[in-house]
């Protein structure tokens, strides 16, 4: 592993930890439905970015669900944050039509 690599991980490790920290701190402040679906999706992007390093370094394996030859962590875990993100502006964009 380069230096390029290392700065890559930890980079995408501190700067994930950051932001989902941030979340959380807005969770414990907020119960609006729309933030709470933001919060959710940071912090399932951070552990899609963990799952990513564990699975480069090789330690996913053993008992793992598949559909085909794609582990279901794999096909989940990136787009779960986008499903939330789209539930969260929907339900902002139903509370603006809503309002008018």
Request: zero cysteines; a positive charge.
């Amino acid at each position: 592993m380069d230096v390029g690599e290392v700065t890559l991980i930890s980079s995408r490790l501190v700067l994930g930890a950051a932001a989902s920290f941030l979340a959380i701190v807005l969770w414990s402040k907020t119960r609006d439905v729309a933030w709470m679906l933001i919060v959710v999706a940071t912090i399932a992007s951070y552990a899609d970015t963990v799952y990513a390093i564990l699975e480069r370094f090789g330690l996913t394996g053993g008992l793992r669900l598949s559909i085909g030859s794609v582990p279901v962590a794999s096909l989940l875990l990136p787009n779960l944050p986008t499903v939330l993100f789209i539930a969260a502006f929907s339900v902002m964009v139903a509370r603006k039509s809503r309002s008018r």
